[in-house]
């Protein structure tokens, strides 16, 4: 029944991914800046991670400072998290771009 009041709140609302050319879905509840349905890409320092993803060095120097040195930690982030690091929104959104640009894919 409060379903019919939130229609699109049961499920993610399908997202379209020119990259990918189909939709996808983006769970804006997820807790983790890495989505559910993606899975990590390649580790590497986060100095490369940052460099190869276009993030600025201030979004480096506060990964850095939280002891944040690989890739491969950032799954575990969540948006609250980076707001708790002092992040801009902006920067989230330039985190959260980088991590879909660098994850793929779950299998189906």
């Not at 769970?27 to 986060?46: E, K």
């Not at 707001?83 to 660098?102: C, H, Y």
């Amino acid at each position: 029944m409060l379903d019919l009041l939130h229609p699109g709140a049961a499920n993610p609302a399908p997202v379209q991914n020119p990259a990918l050319g189909h939709a996808q879905h983006i769970d804006i509840n997820c807790p983790t800046i890495l989505q559910a349905n993606r899975v990590p890409g390649p580790d590497m320092i986060l100095q490369d991670f940052c460099s190869q993803y276009g993030l600025q060095d201030n979004t480096l120097q506060r990964f850095l400072n939280n002891q944040y040195t690989h890739a491969r930690m950032l799954r575990f982030i969540t948006v609250g998290e980076l707001k708790e690091m002092g992040f801009l929104l902006g920067e989230i959104a330039g985190v959260r771009d980088a991590i879909e640009q660098w994850s793929y894919a779950a299998p189906v």
